[in-house]
Each structure stands twice: as C-alpha cells, then as structure tokens.
C-alpha cells in the first residue's frame, strides 16, 4: 500500500503536460542516438547534462529528460544491430546474431517490432523490480565478493564457444584475440602498465566502443570497398510490414526468462547489460535446444538478448541509486547528474528524497509507454532506412562513426586505433572468425581478470577461496556444465537432418 | 530517413561542438562524466556563471584518459597559452606525476591555481567489525598483516591505496608490501565488498561514503584531517588516536604554463571568489567536502611539497625505482 502511494507522489511530480514533452523528445532523441553506431546511452546522457542545465529544468525534469533518453537508447540500439549488422552500442551486440538474419530473410519489420516489445517487456520488469523489491536488492550487491565475480564471467566465457560461428574453435581463438586485448593498459593490481610501450594512450587500455565501432561499422565499409557495393551486408531485403502476433506469442517465454536474467545482470554492479543480454541469448539458446535456429533468424535469438539488455538497463539504476556504485558507464552518467543537483545516492536516499526517487520511478514508466507507442508504429520509418543506397548510408554511417569515436576522449588515436580494428574485422571475417567472441573478451577479460587476482590477494593466494561460497559453487557448477554439456550432448543426439540446424545441439 | 540523418548531424554536431568549443570558458574534466575531477568542473563552472564572474556559461569537456595524463599532456603540448582554460585536479592528479606516470609529465609544466575544498580521508569497516578504533586495527595488521585487506577506489599504488600505508608507517610497520590492498572501481564499489565481508576495512574519501555512515552500515574508524569535520563530528581524527598522518583529497584547478601573469592571477581571483560564496559552502556541505582554500602563489608552493613528499612514500613502497 505504502508503494502505492509512494508511486502515486511520482506520479504527482511526475506526470504534466512539460515533462510529458520533455519525455517525448527524450525518447525520440535516444532512440536516433542508440541507434547511431558509436553513439551509446552513455553519450546521449552526457550531451544532454549541459542543456538540461541550460533550460533550467528542476532535478525532476532534468531526470525525466535523461532516463528517456537513457531508455530510448537502449531501444534504438537494436535498430541499427537488426537493419545494418552493425550493433548501435555494446549491449545490442547478441541483436545482430539473429536480428541481422532475419532481416536477410525479409522480416526486419517483424525482428524490430518482436525486439521492441521485447524491449517494453524487459524495461517494465525491470521498473516493477525497482519498485517493489530495490532496498532488498541492493543487499545482492554484498553477497558477490572477488570469488563470485569471476565465477560469473568464467560462466559467460565457458559458454561463448557456440556464438556466431559453426566452428567452436573459431570462437575460442576470437576469444582469446579479444582477451589478450584486454592486456593492454594499466594493471589495476599493481599500478603497472602492460603492453603499453610507453605510449599514454594505451594506458587506459583499448576502449570497447572503439573496437566495436571498427570491427562492425569500418569491417563493413571495407567489404563494401572491395565489392563494389555488392556483396555488402547493406541493402536487405523490404517485406511488408505488420505486427508478427503468432511471433510474439511463440517468444513471450524467451522475453520473459531474458527478463530475469538481464534485471538479475543490472543488479550486479560488475556484470551490467552486456552481459545481461549476452547471457539471456546463451540460456535461450540451451533452452531451445536442438529445436531453435539460432544464429540463422530464430525470432527468440531477438526477443532473449533485447528483454534481457533492457531489464539490465533497469535493474542497473537499483545499486547506482541505493549505493552509489554506477554498473554501466550510463549510470555513471546520471550519478554525476544527481550529484550535481547536490543529490547523494547512497542507502538513504529512498528516506531523505522520496520525491526524486519516486519522480524517477514514474518517469521511467512515462518513458517506456512513449517508447514503447513510438517504437511499433515508427517501425515503419526506421524500416525505409532501407530504402537508401546503400552509397549514401554508408559513408553517412561512417561519419558518424568517426565523429562519435572522436567525441570519446577527443584524440585521433582512437581514429586510428578504430581503422585498425576494422582491417582486423575484415581479416576475421574472411577466415570466417566471429567478432562478438573478440568484443567480449576485451569488455570481460578485465574484469575477469581483476577479480581473480583480488580473490588471490584477499586469501592469500589460496585457490580454494574460488569456491568458498555457495554462489560460487552455483556459478561454476553452471559454468563447466555449460563448457561439457554440449560435447556430451553431440554424442548421444543424432545429427539433425538439416545441415542449417548442425550447430544448434 | 531524411530526417533521421538530419537529427543524426545535428547530435553529431552538438557533439563536435562540446568537443571542440574554445569561445567560452572551458573546464578540461580529464575523466568520464560522474567522477570527482568532473564533479569540480561542473560545481565550479556552475558558479563561475552564476556569480558572474565569466560572461557565458562554462563548457565542460571531459576528456578521459591515462589517469588524467591525456588532458594533462594535451594541456602542455596544445593549449599552453590559453586563457580561457582551467583544468579539474585533485590529488589524484599530483599523485600520478609524483610517480611519473604521465609518461614523463612533470608538475612545472602548468601552474596550479588553487584549491577550494578538501575529501578528508577515511578509514573504515563494517558494522559488524570486531575493530572498533584504529588502534585496534593496526594491531591486528601489526600481529597477521595476511589477515586484513583493504578495499579501495583507485589501483595499486593509487591515493587510496598510500593511506593505509601512511598510517602503517606513523605506526613504526614499515614492510610496506606486506600490507594487503585491493583497487575497485571507485570508493561505493570498495565499500560494498567490504560491506560484504570480502575485505576488512575500506580506505577512501569521506564524501565517497557519507550515505554509509548515515545509514549505520559502516563505522569510520579515523579521518584523516587535521580537524574533526562538521556534519561528522563523531568521527575522531588518526591524529589524536597518535597517528600523525592528514591525507585530504584536495579539489581545484590547474592552468595552462604560458598564459600572462594577468590572466594567472584573475583565475586566482576568481576561485577565490567561489570559494567565498555562500553558495560554495552549500555545495560543500551536501557533498561532505571540508574548508580547504590555497590560491594562487600559496598553493604552487604546497603543491611542491606534496609532489616531493608523495614521491618518497612511493619510493619506499616500490611503485617507483
């Protein structure tokens, strides 16, 4: 009941006709900018600090801007991962595996309305999750500890090896590519750089939006190169555009269990909504077993990795507002705005500003009905994307790209560093390696990496400590299982008649 | 789709235009949006243009990278005569030259403006710790220093990590390496492991961790001021437990080397001005800052000091030959 109320004040602050414009323009400008290769939610959130400080918005104006434009983004990133097979931002990476194929086939309407939904059905989760259950969920945050940590990114890893390719073992040498990448840079450790060559900009290591942005984006201008325009990925095919009801029933169960998964991955301060999405397309796909056609267009390829990355979204906003600790370089971004209005998010900002918390709350709702009634009817125009040469697209794409990278830190080394990554891509692709594997073993391996090397410090390198917690045995239970099940299942499950279906087991 | 590209250029040209303005003020935040340094230039940009002491409002640009080695050198090497420029800078930042990890950047290359605000330092642990002062915790590192590990917010050999180690030392402990620390990703990450359990005590600032001590989760044992800190008086200094040792994370700007001494002495002027204001003192308190002004010739002066005296301790720990 006291919920209730609590949302009903939200609401009070909350819902007018100005805020309710502030979230129409927030959404549809997320929604370009997730879409925009290069452009993440964390850029869309910071371009818009300076003008909500500009236009004098009070603190709940200026969220109800910031959180549409932050879910908006995490919708529009899907756009360009299902139309161009290039992922807007990181977590709409898992999108392209199916969204892409899909689209091949002629139902890029049907993916994008499937993965909107999806989208609605994931963020709504997530808010309700926020609602009822936040002060409770923040203490999830104190049960993960070094040990736990690295048993969830070793179960992200053990169970990449079926992504995106036909052969496990491309996969694991892109992992690895990807892996020895996240080497790069100042070891947090020891305070040492490694494999710097004393070159400052490599302290920082390699910024993932500038590895993905050339590995899909410039990949893809260099295969358009060397084809004239005409094997290029751009330039699928158009069908008619409706709303896939049977689709979206059949996938009602994949939105749901990546619903969960992803609010789960938010929770997590370490994991965050790549790994969310990355995990929710990994459980659906062993769900799905021998039955799904994953990779080649199976419509829950879309649904899974879509709820799970926007439940993510949510739930990240659950330890950025009851400790603090920002999970996504998003929420980063909105604590430096509630700081900035002299706003402290901690453990006891639900008891000394209901207002804003609450105001937030409502606002995320606002934000996702608008999103949600935008997103199916403007399908249509996001489809006639289309309908450009794919000469005018692409080098507009590319300008972007260029322009969003450069906005990171201002320097041409990213440039360069972005080109490079797109002869590699290029080189991958010809000996058919998947990128994704490369992506997140730079966006992972890091953190793998740290939390194995704190386990050692704080047990003083005692290799048991891995296993000391109940999560931990969970974890890696679920990891090795997902690692052996496969080749075990290969053995006794005859080859599927279908060569197309030969990787699903 | 027109449209859509339309939109498309002009974000990317408001992008390029935070990027790349030099009409206006600019406050370099040499990190990502949401961290300390572009919390100053927010705060104090924002003053600046409310108490009119610059014409048009501050343009933040954050510019992240090498622990704020980036903006440094870009300062140097490219902006070296700008007027209108003032740099975010904080201990982090003296820190990180004194251990000549600027890739060869030295403290003489910009002039340092001043401070207006210092993050006294904390120690702290659980609720349910069984150490309840710091004496209790630098006898039980003192008797199995393989038993407690510190949590903190920046990497090895970082700010956070040199406090426990000051103090280990005013404490006659000087096997420095056998200190245990691990480096998170900021100071509310260090604390929720050691919320958790996961490590035994949590070095930071004290504005990291205010919502914290509100709300009982965590009992500070020391901070690291000169003074006992308004708001959080309770918390007794490590001074007057007998451990001389004041780490404060100081908040301020640095300029560019080769603007006049004109210009040099007007920014002074003008951050001393925010400091004064009554609206600075809000700000402060919101955030848990403590009083700490040095401007203009004064605070180049400290600085000097701090750089050498940050430049032995790491010496003595091995983060440097």
């Not at chain 1, 992200?156 to 840079?185: E, R």
């Not at chain 2, 600046?48 to 622990?67: C, E, F, H, I, R």
């Not at chain 2, 603007?259 to 400091?275: E, G, M, P, R, Y």
Request: aromatic fraction near 8%; charge should be negative; proline fraction near 5%.
């Amino acid at each position: 009941m006291e919920t209730l109320s609590n949302l009903a004040l939200g609401f009070s602050v909350a819902l007018n006709p100005f805020t309710l414009m502030l979230a129409v323009i927030g959404a549809f400008m997320g929604t370009i900018i997730g879409a925009l290769p290069g452009l993440g939610p964390s850029n869309g959130v910071a371009i818009l600090i300076p003008l909500a400080f500009t236009m004098g918005l009070d603190a709940t104006s200026a969220l109800v801007l910031l959180t549409s434009v932050y879910y908006g983004a995490m919708y529009g990133g899907r756009i360009s991962s299902i139309l161009l097979n290039i992922p807007g931002d990181e977590p709409a990476m898992m999108t392209t595996l199916d969204g892409y194929p899909m689209a091949r086939q002629g139902k890029a309407g049907d993916a994008l309305v499937i993965s909107g939904v999806a989208s609605f059905v994931g963020a709504m989760f997530a808010t309700a999750g926020l609602i009822i259950l936040a002060p409770m969920l923040a203490r999830v945050a104190y049960l993960f500890g070094p040990a736990e940590y690295f048993a969830l990114y070793l179960l992200a890893f053990t169970t990449l090896g079926g992504v995106g390719s036909k052969n496990q073992a491309k996969a694991v040498i892109a992992a690895c590519i990807g892996l020895g990448m996240a080497m790069i840079g100042l070891d947090n450790s020891t305070g040492m750089p490694r494999f710097t060559y004393g070159h400052m900009h490599l302290m920082d290591g390699v910024d993932f939006l500038v590895a993905i942005v050339g590995l899909f984006a410039i990949t893809e201008v260099f295969f358009f190169i060397e084809s004239h325009g005409k094997g290029s990925a751009i330039g699928v095919k158009l069908a008619k555009v409706t709303v896939p009801i049977k689709d979206l029933i059949k996938t009602s169960g994949s939105m749901l269990r990546g619903s969960v998964i992803g609010f789960i991955a938010g929770i997590l301060p370490g994991a965050g909504a790549s790994l969310g999405s990355f995990l929710a397309y990994m459980a659906e796909k062993s769900v799905a077993g021998s039955s799904g056609k994953f990779g080649q267009g199976d419509p829950r390829g879309v649904a899974a990795p879509e709820a799970g990355n926007n439940a993510a979204a949510g739930g990240a906003l659950i330890p950025m507002l009851t400790l603090g600790v920002p999970g996504s370089g998003t929420t980063a971004v909105l604590l430096a705005l509630l700081m900035t209005l002299n706003i402290q998010p901690g453990p006891t900002l639900f008891a000394e500003h209901p207002d804003v918390v609450w105001g937030l709350i409502a606002s995320l709702i606002i934000a996702n009905f608008v999103l949600l009634f935008m997103n199916i009817p403007m399908v249509k125009i996001f489809v006639k994307v289309l309908m450009v040469p794919a000469w005018v697209l692409l080098p507009g794409v590319t300008m972007i790209s260029f322009v969003g990278i450069y906005s990171l830190s201002g320097s041409y080394f990213d440039l360069v560093l972005m080109v490079g990554f797109g002869a590699l891509g290029y080189f991958l692709r010809k000996l058919d390696i998947p990128t994704v594997p490369v992506i997140l073993g730079i966006l992972l391996g890091n953190q793998m990496e740290d939390n194995l090397r704190r386990a050692m410090v704080v047990a003083n390198g005692d290799w048991t400590y891995l296993f000391s917690s109940g999560i931990s045995i969970g974890l890696w239970t679920a990891a090795i299982l997902g690692f052996v099940a496969p080749m075990f299942l290969r053995r006794f499950l005859k080859r599927p008649p279908q060569p197309l279906d030969a990787e699903a087991d | 789709m027109k449209t859509t590209l339309l939109k498309a250029l002009g974000v990317s040209a408001l992008l390029g235009l935070t990027a790349t303005t030099a009409m206006a003020t600019e406050c370099i935040a040499p990190a990502d949006a949401g961290g300390g340094w572009d919390f100053t230039c927010r705060q104090i940009g924002k003053l600046l243009y409310d108490l009119k002491l610059v014409d048009s409002p501050v343009q933040v640009t954050n510019m992240s990278g090498a622990g704020g080695g980036l903006a440094f050198a870009n300062v140097v090497n490219e902006r070296n005569t700008d007027p209108d420029l003032i740099v975010a800078a904080s201990s982090a930042t003296t820190t990180r030259l004194a251990q000549n990890a600027y890739g060869g950047a030295t403290a003489d290359q910009v002039r340092w403006v001043g401070t207006i605000g210092g993050d006294p330092g904390v120690i702290v642990v659980a609720k349910d710790s069984p150490y309840m002062t710091l004496s209790d915790l630098v006898e039980a590192i003192k008797a199995d220093p393989s038993k407690i590990t510190f949590a903190g917010g920046s990497a090895a050999g970082g700010f956070d990590h040199l406090k426990p180690l000051q103090i280990m030392k005013a404490a006659g402990f000087n096997d420095a390496k056998a200190i245990k620390y691990i480096g998170l990703n900021g100071g509310a990450e260090a604390i929720t492991q050691t919320i958790g359990g996961f490590t035994q005590a949590m070095t930071g600032d004290i504005s990291e961790i205010t919502g914290f001590i509100r709300s009982g989760d965590v009992r500070a044992l020391a901070i690291l001021s000169p003074e006992r800190v308004a708001g959080f008086e309770d918390i007794p200094t490590a001074r007057e437990q007998g451990f001389d040792v004041v780490v404060v994370n100081w908040r301020g700007l640095y300029v560019p080397k080769g603007i006049s001494d004109d210009a040099f002495n007007a920014w002074a002027t003008k951050l001393q001005a925010v400091a004064d204001s009554a609206e600075w003192q809000a700000v402060m308190e919101a955030n848990g800052l403590a009083p700490f002004t040095l401007v203009g010739a004064d605070f180049q002066g400290w600085i000097d000091g701090v750089v050498a005296e940050t430049t032995t301790l790491s010496r003595e720990i091995g983060v440097i030959q």
